[in-house]
Nanobody, 128 residues
Framework: QVQLVESGGGVVQSGGSLRLSCAASGRAFESYMMAWFRQAPGMEREFVAAIIWSSAGTYYADSVKGRLTISRDKDKNTVSLQMNSLKPEDTAVYYC?????????????????????WGQGTQVTVSS
């Protein structure tokens, strides 16, 4: 059974930085796509970033490009999200997600329904 456990959330001032981590266990993740999504109060869940475990190829939402960086550590089985230049609109619960399938076509990784496994989420609050 795959387990994803997020950590690293907190409260930070606008312009500050946080680093989120997702500890993954229960499988070999070589064929997986790993991703971060977020959900703000009263809003739908939205895609943030994704990474192909095997190649470390990355994808980002336009709203976070240049500020957030996704990475993975094969030795530690973790996926991280380095968040710099944070804005109040980045305030949300951040979720780690994983899928064992790499689908074809553009942008499929932005669809949360393609992910089989989810963590419990970690709160990020950016104050102005």
């Amino acid at each position: 059974q795959v387990q994803l456990v997020e950590s690293g959330g907190g409260v930070v001032q606008s312009g500050g930085s946080l680093r989120l981590s997702c500890a993954a266990s229960g499988r070999a993740f070589e064929s997986y796509m790993m991703a971060w999504f977020r959900q703000a109060p009263g809003m739908e869940r939205e895609f943030v970033a994704a990474i192909i475990w095997s190649s470390a190829g990355t994808y980002y939402a336009d709203s976070v490009k240049g500020r957030l960086t996704i990475s993975r550590d094969k030795d530690k089985n973790t996926v991280s999200l380095q968040m710099n230049s944070l804005k109040p609109e980045d305030t949300a619960v951040y979720y780690c997600a994983a899928t064992p399938r790499i689908y074809g076509g553009n942008g499929w990784y932005m669809n949360g329904e393609k992910y089989y496994y989810w963590g419990q989420g970690t709160q990020v609050t950016v104050s102005s």
